[in-house]
């Protein structure tokens, strides 16, 4: 009797049970909580790999004897003149009495440190490592100018001996081939080839192994041996560190160029996701995402050296109107980076970018769950990506009209002309 009664109870109970749903609004709230719970924590997650990204430091050591023009170099990699403000201090006498930091004016994590020179009373050859506190830079660049000088394969040797690098410069070349001018026989390749010549001869001599001596002048960088240094060090240096000494070099070669537009697309993805993630979250408007675009379309545009600060000062160091350079750039957000310049590229890079939709969604599920999550992440990746080969492409031409002879510049007017000409 009590078993059947047991009996009777259960099934009533099933059927009530059966009879209850589940709310959707029930539903709606959990999904809701769940996915902003996920975007916040992916959100997190992008930004602490772009904030360690921007927060990666370089310091690079110029060092050598006084009088070598160490100051005039750490001007010239960091795009200023001598008599800039934030310029290191020149002077035909040693200048600098302990090590002094420069920030880069764009890429402030990157810091060159302008030493003591060697040699003086103050900083003698056997505790001169010491003195200057070694162990925080990344590695070290020595400057010789005119002749070779015993204090240079010294430091070589105790900078390997504490497990740097070091990279031999021979500074003020462009003195050496004006003095050498004058001889009835000159050949500047064969001067230049005796000069690196000596200075590995001189260095092996000192007991240095297999040295890397660059020749250059901080007045023309875009001559004699800065392309093959600035190629070395980036070939050398690895993962964060590598990507930004690569944005903090001038722009003096097509190939450095190129180099710097694709370190700076391997990291498109997570500028992309971290806009459309924020876009998606409750507590921020659809459209922020605008100004964390032209905020990073005009890091992309200083790291081409395309804003006007860089153009003026191109202009200034090559002897050509700033208008003449800026003429060169023809892409529309070189031109201008607007909220509507911006949101006009948007639009058109999601028409360009639909047939992706699918497949980003496919591989990643969470931005298939978000209203319009996949053509946002898209459009947002296609608009970066195409707006670096833009970039790229205008300081490509912004490079060799500054570095055109005047010559040159005559023959472009002049064709520039006739193509007009024949047009109208």
Request: aromatic share 6%.
């Given at each position: ?384 990506s195409s707006s670096l080969d833009s970039f790229a492409q205008d300081a490509q031409k912004v490079l060799k009209a500054a570095y055109r002879t005047e010559k040159e510049d005559k023959l472009e007017a002049y064709y520039s002309q006739e193509i007009d000409f024949l047009y109208d």
């Open positions: 009797m009590l078993q059947t009664r047991d009996r009777g109870t259960a099934l009533e109970s099933r059927d009530t049970m059966s009879d209850l749903k589940i709310q959707g609004q029930d539903l709606t709230e959990m999904s809701s909580l769940i996915q902003s719970t996920v975007v916040m924590e992916v959100t997190k997650q992008v930004q602490a790999l772009l904030t360690s990204l921007e927060t990666t430091t370089l310091n690079i050591a110029i060092t050598g004897e006084s009088g070598t023009g160490k100051s005039t170099f750490i001007n010239a990699i960091r795009g200023l003149s001598d008599e800039d403000v934030g310029a290191a201090v020149t002077g035909v006498t040693e200048s600098t009495r302990e090590p002094n930091c420069y920030q880069h004016p764009k890429i402030s994590t990157v810091q060159l440190w302008d030493l003591p020179g060697i040699g003086t009373p103050s900083f003698q050859a056997d505790r001169y490592l010491e003195q200057v506190g070694f162990e925080r830079y990344d590695f070290f660049i020595i400057l010789s100018s005119e002749r070779f000088r015993e204090n240079n394969a010294y430091l070589a040797r105790s900078i390997r001996a504490v497990n740097k690098k070091f990279y031999f410069v021979r500074s003020k070349i462009d003195l050496d081939i004006r003095a050498c001018q004058r001889n009835r026989n000159f050949n500047e390749e064969r001067v230049l080839a005796e000069i690196r010549a000596n200075c590995i001869h001189c260095l092996e001599k000192e007991g240095v192994e297999a040295p890397k001596v660059f020749l250059l002048s901080s007045f023309e960088l875009h001559k004699y041996d800065f392309h093959k240094l600035q190629d070395t060090l980036v070939q050398e240096l690895n993962g964060q560190k590598k990507h930004v000494l690569l944005l903090s070099l001038p722009n003096i070669t097509v190939e450095m160029i190129e180099k710097k537009k694709e370190s700076l697309k391997r990291h498109i993805w997570k500028k992309a996701l971290l806009a459309c993630l924020i876009s998606a979250l409750p507590t921020f408007p659809v459209h922020y995402n605008a100004p964390l675009l032209m905020e990073t379309l005009a890091s992309y545009q200083k790291n081409f050296g395309l804003d006007d600060e860089s153009i003026s000062t191109l202009a200034l160091r090559v002897n050509k109107s700033p208008c003449s350079l800026k003429k060169q750039i023809t892409s529309s957000l070189g031109k201008d980076i607007s909220d509507h310049s911006v949101q006009s590229a948007l639009r058109m890079a999601a028409l360009c970018g639909h047939a992706s939709v699918s497949l980003v969604e496919r591989h990643v599920p969470l931005l298939g769950n978000l209203v319009a999550g996949g053509i946002s992440f898209v459009a947002i990746y296609i608009l970066l």
